[in-house]
């Protein structure tokens, strides 16, 4: 039997500053229906409930980079991405941007690749690799407006993964539950090493259940050193 998503058309007006057309309505409906049918096969997601997947999985995802970035024909990686978030939900809001989803575990990309078919976005590209290797890639590093981190690591690993990857004065949005000042001094210390510097952190709650939630945008300044990323697993072990 189906279940359907709420709308909730006025909360995304009130709170992104977007509105979703009929048809891309109809895509996170059928994101979620295959999300819920992957489910069964592996371990994607706990959050299943309708309501709960709209907020925590659909707005959380959109609300990390509507206002804020607006630009038209972005090029994005979204790392770590896992079940498609947020990397799915951005490539059908903004299907003029070319969206790259990169997870190291290869069942879950597999998932990505059959999903984005069946939903028809051409806009999208699923890859396994590893971070670390990706950033050291000619094909990626530096390639990139946009770079999405979400519940990977702690916050100056998401900032030594994502900065490489962006273009000069491209920005990297790294989603956090809760935040605090002394988290704040020891990212600033790794962004400005990388070659970025903190822009903004933004504190704001969710539309339902009120929970807490920060996204830190990072803009890339001048150019990363070459030896960041560092080796497979370094960043985790020993964090800048």
Known sequence: MLVALPEMIDLWKSTTNWCPTEEQRSQFQ????????????????????????????????LRGVFPKVTEANLSAIDIGTGAGFP???????????????LDSTRKKVNFLQDSTKTLGLTNVRAMVDRVEQVGQSSGHRESYNLATIRAVAAASVCAEYALPLLKMGGVAV???????????????????????????????????????????????????????????????????
Not at 87 to 100: F, K, L, S
Not at 184 to 213: K, M, N, Q, S, Y
């Open 30 to 61: 059928q994101f979620y229906d295959l999300v819920l049918k992957g489910n069964q096969q592996q371990n994607l997601t706990r959050i299943t409930e309708p309501v709960d997947f709209w907020e925590k999985h659909l707005w959380d995802s």
């Open 87 to 101: 990397g799915i939900p951005m490539a059908i809001a903004r299907p003029d941007w070319n969206v790259t989803l």
């Open 174 to 240: 790294l989603y956090r539950g809760q935040w605090t000042d002394e988290e704040v001094i020891a990212l600033d210390r790794a962004v400005e090493e990388l070659g970025g510097v903190v822009e903004e952190c933004d504190r704001f709650e969710t539309p339902l259940t009120h929970g807490i939630r920060h996204c830190l945008y990072l803009r890339k300044k001048t150019a990363t050193p070459d030896e960041y990323p560092r080796a497979i697993g370094i960043p985790s072990q020993d964090p800048l």
